[in-house]
Nanobody
Framework: QVQLAESGGGLVQAGGSLRLSCAAS????????MGWYRQAPGKQRELVAS???????NYADSLRGRFTISRPSSENIMYLQMNSLKPDDTAVYYC?????????WGQGTQVTVSS
């Protein structure tokens, strides 16, 4: 069983920055790919960024350049650095991990960007 816990969300003004963290725990945690997704009110959940166990990263085209996903190899923590935030970035941000045992989700962390 894998547990994912997000943190770092909050309220920020447009143009500001936040760094989200996703801490993974479990008996033996190894993954194929981890990612950040977000869901705004009334919208479908969408991929923000992902990172493979080999370090290959992928971003939603609209977010490339403002958001950076990372995962230090020695830690079971994944980060999402978000810069130049816009009100349209307001959403609940979820952590996801795909492992040999299946896909897991965190509970989400709210990010609110005020104009």
């Amino acid at each position: 069983q894998v547990q994912l816990a997000e943190s770092g969300g909050g309220l920020v003004q447009a143009g500001g920055s936040l760094r989200l963290s996703c801490a993974a725990s479990g008996s033996t945690f190894s993954f194929f790919v981890m990612g950040w997704y977000r869901q705004a009110p009334g919208k479908q959940r969408e991929l923000v960024a992902s990172i493979t166990s080999g370090g290959y990263t992928n971003y939603a085209d609209s977010l490339r350049g403002r958001f950076t996903i990372s995962r230090p190899s020695s830690e079971n923590i994944m980060y999402l650095q978000m810069n130049s935030l816009k009100p349209d970035d307001t959403a609940v941000y979820y952590c996801n991990a795909v492992t040999r045992g299946g896909a897991y989700w965190g509970q989400g962390t709210q990010v609110t960007v005020s104009s």
